[in-house]
């Protein structure tokens, strides 16, 4: 039995508010993660080179850039250091290179896994305008040209000269080393670096629930981010407490977990 006009109607019309809050969310989604890029090459004093998008990606607030600098100190420290000079190629520190982008990719690979969905919150979140110069791209898009890009930069080290070739090699092998270690953990972690992922991840929400009112209190932005720390009895808040004072996040009350 075909549609009346007026069902036809009313079905593309949900059709296209369906699309439109897909769409607001995936921007949404995809500023809050190059705002996060953006502001970890800042704080590694870093070129942003090959795009211009980054430009006009909002910046993050003062505590996110805040873990930035800690995230340079720590994790990302030994890759700073692998940053060329000059214009003569060192083979060892390209091969470094490029093992830590072959482990980056691994990490990334998994992380990313499922985020390409939109959750309910996101897709009734507010219609958010990307940034001038904005161009979605899906994250599987940019993970299949971090591994083209990589493949190829490998193939063509094979070519060069064998004393090149082995000092790319074990520069190969010691970079896998400098982002994860053999246990799969962060090289250079002193116990934060989980949390200051997920608050990166969450840097938009938690600048809402800041600024809403009644204000929310730093409870109930742990309440939130427990359970991705698989603590849902609310054991360590203490602890997030101190890591929030370190890097200057400051929600508006404390407030008490309940005891069990």
């Known amino acids: 039995m075909s549609k009346s006009r007026t069902e036809r109607s009313e079905q593309g019309r949900v059709e296209q508010t369906g ?14 993660l190059l705002a996060v890029v953006k502001g970890l090459y800042q704080a590694c004093d870093l070129p942003i080179t090959g795009t211009g998008d980054l430009e006009n990606v909002p910046p993050l607030p003062s505590w996110a850039g805040n873990i930035c600098e800690q995230l340079h100190r720590t994790i ?32 990334l ?21 990307p ?4 161009k979605i791209v ?14 190829d930069s490998i193939f063509n080290s094979l070519s060069e000269t064998p004393v090149h070739l082995n000092d790319f090699l074990s520069g190969l092998a010691e970079g896998h080393e400098l982002f ?7 090289t250079g ?28 209190t730093i409870l109930n932005l742990y309440e939130v981010l427990a359970p991705s720390l698989g603590d849902p009895r609310l054991e360590r808040f203490d602890w997030f407490c101190d890591v929030c004072n370190e890097i200057g996040l400051f929600v508006k009350g404390r407030g008490r977990p309940r005891k069990y």
């Open 19 to 32: 699309g439109q809050a897909g769409q607001a969310a995936y921007i949404r989604c995809a500023t809050r």
């Open 109 to 129: 690979d998994d992380a990313w896994e499922g985020t390409e969905s939109v959750s309910p919150e996101e897709a009734t979140a507010p219609p958010t305008e």
């Open 76 to 107: 990302f420290k030994r890759l700073v250091d692998l940053k060329p000079g000059g214009e003569q190629v060192d083979w060892r520190n390209f091969g470094r290179l490029l093992g830590v982008w072959q482990r980056q990719f691994t990490f």
């Open 138 to 151: 899906p994250q599987s898009d940019l993970l299949q040209a971090v591994h083209d890009s990589l493949k």
């Open 189 to 216: 972690d002193r116990g934060r670096t989980a949390i200051y992922f997920i608050l990166l991840g969450r840097w938009m929400e938690i600048e809402e629930m800041r600024s809403v009112h009644p204000p929310k």
């Open 180 to 186: 994860l270690d053999p246990q799969g953990q962060f």
């Open 131 to 134: 940034p001038d110069s904005f």
